[in-house]
């Protein structure tokens, strides 16, 4: 089953990495991954974004056009991608920054508030990110929890490992945002 | 089984490099390749070969033509206004007969253009490029691994036919990250008695030239070129194919596009089109008899040449069917990537 994904936001927000992690602990899972970013200008300060590809078989095009999960944490990239969400797909958004969220009635919409968990409780707006997983996680179940710990220890250099433990916390605390229906 | 990593396609053709017994690369950064560049300058003090960035590309395909012509495995990566200022560096190692590996991440032209991927040098690498008669060997690769496997490939052409081997890439495939398997590190062992590495008492000197000032023996020097760019066309055509088997529509299309066009087969047949894809793996040679076997078949209706470019492969296309077919193209231009649907809506006007 392919899953086509998006995640987007302000250059420095880690939406990279968050698919990164994404196509490598779906990797280890022995699925097919595909990640494709924007670069150049738009890698520059404007907004930054990077296609995720998942698939039991062989992925054709890395470039999508529409998404079955698409992860936004700024207004422009709400603005971009909104649209671009399959009927019946997952959008969620950043709701401590983006104050008016979707309006699509056809799509499933999750506001997380990543930021907010981020910076009051774990005190580091750096893992905003992997609050964000956590709550994707939940949501979509792409992967499992325990698979994006180990792409994280995988593409982490090792002088930042002693960060793993907080970035865990912070995946754990993403998960518990979003109960379950 | 090698070992599976994710890895961009312009790092995995590093460490491809690496592995397959790089032993020189010469450089310039240039986005969107500078990655190669990095990787590469990053890597050098655990191995054994020469990093250098030189001061320009020109400065770079020079350097190319020395080390290689001392029988070293050379390497040297670009993006296409780069590419363009190695073209006179080429034409003289295809007449003197060096082997080295080009691989040109192409960026939308022309001039300094932009930095999105595109696939407007199709014409620059499959037709010379630079002056004279020849030809580089070229291979497109349409995934990250391919930008692994055709560095081990392109070594291996260039060593057996002497000649400079280009890996046809773009910006996308160079950009994004896949599965990758890496194969084994190999021994490099060149075996080049022609290589200029100092005379010896036992044997005369090595001359590596691309200077005929007699008509005589330039023309001499040609045809034995020509007699190998032969035997290459004979050996080393190399193809990719999906779902052709029963197609009544052919989409022909190389590297990122070809992928763009692999899902167009898939939206495609799920409405009711018998729709195939032809990839050339080798742009040159190009597979013209295999395409021309299809022209000739009575369920294929048409061609179509999906290309990231004014339409430059299609001429190709056009060759191989000689006029049994009608052959269409549709194609995006200046880093703009054509998505799949907009395929279809092609095929479907066409069809109308």
Redesign the interface.
Known sequence: MLKEMVFAGFGGQGVLSMGTLIAYAAMKEGKEVSWFPSYGPEMRGGTANCMVNVSDEAISSPIDTEFDIAAVFNIPSLEKFEPKVKKGGILIWENSVIKKGPTRKDIHSYGVPAIRTATDKLKNIKVMNMVAMGALLKITQIVKKESVLTALKGTLPERYHHLLPLNRNALDMGFDLIKTK | MGE?R?MKGNEALGEAAIRAGLQGYFGYPI??QSEVMEYLAQQEPHHNYVFLQAESEVAAVNMMYGAGGAGARVLTTTSSPGFSLMQEGISYIACAEIPCLFCNVVRGGPGLG???PSQSDYFQSTKGGGHGDYHTIVLAPNSVQEMVDFVYLGFNLADKYRTPVTILSD??IG?????VELPDPVEYKPDKPWATTGKTKDRERNILTSLYIQSEDMEKKNQKLQKKYEKIKQNEIRFDEYKTEDAEIIIVSFG?SS??S??S??IGRAQGMKIGLFRPQTVWPFPYEKLREYADKDRVKFFISIEMNAGQMVEDVKLAVCGKKPVHFYGRMGGI?P???EVIEQIKKIKE
């Open positions: 599976i994710l986005t969107p932009t930095i999105q910006g996308a950009q994004m990250m896949e599965k990122l992928r763009v692999r899902k087969v898939d990537v998505d799949s649907y």
